[in-house]
Nanobody, 126 residues
Framework: QVQVVESGGGLVQAGGSLRLSCAAS????????MGWFRQPPGKGQEFVAG????????YYADSVKGRFTISRDNAKNTVYLQMNSLKPEDTAVYYC???????????????????WGQGTQVTVSS
């Protein structure tokens, strides 16, 4: 079992930055691919970014490419999402998730991620 807990959300003005953190429990964290998803108000969940277990492979949604950076520190069992140049359309609840099955790759399918956090709210004002 893996438990993941997100933190770092908040209110920021457009053009600002936030860094989300995702702390995961379990000795096998380093074997899991990790992903960030988000759910904007009134919309469905969407993939944001993912990182392989080694950190060598990353993948981003087109909407955040060049603005967001995902990284991980396996020694700290933590994944980060650095969000720069934030836009009002980035407003959403952001979820961290763990995928124990994908080996040295990143999947964008929510169904591939077995373990999910409770989410953290990010609000970007115009």
């Amino acid at each position: 079992q893996v438990q993941v807990v997100e933190s770092g959300g908040g209110l920021v003005q457009a053009g600002g930055s936030l860094r989300l953190s995702c702390a995961a429990s379990g000795r096998t964290f380093r074997r899991y691919a990790m992903g960030w998803f988000r759910q904007p108000p009134g919309k469905g969940q969407e993939f944001v970014a993912g990182i392989s277990w080694s950190g060598l492979s990353t993948y981003y949604a087109d909407s955040v490419k060049g603005r967001f950076t995902i990284s991980r520190d396996n020694a700290k069992n933590t994944v980060y999402l650095q969000m720069n140049s934030l836009k009002p359309e980035d407003t959403a609840v952001y979820y961290c998730a763990a995928d124990p099955n994908t080996i040295e790759a990143v999947t964008t399918r929510a169904s591939d991620y077995n373990y999910w956090g409770q989410g953290t709210q990010v609000t970007v004002s115009s």
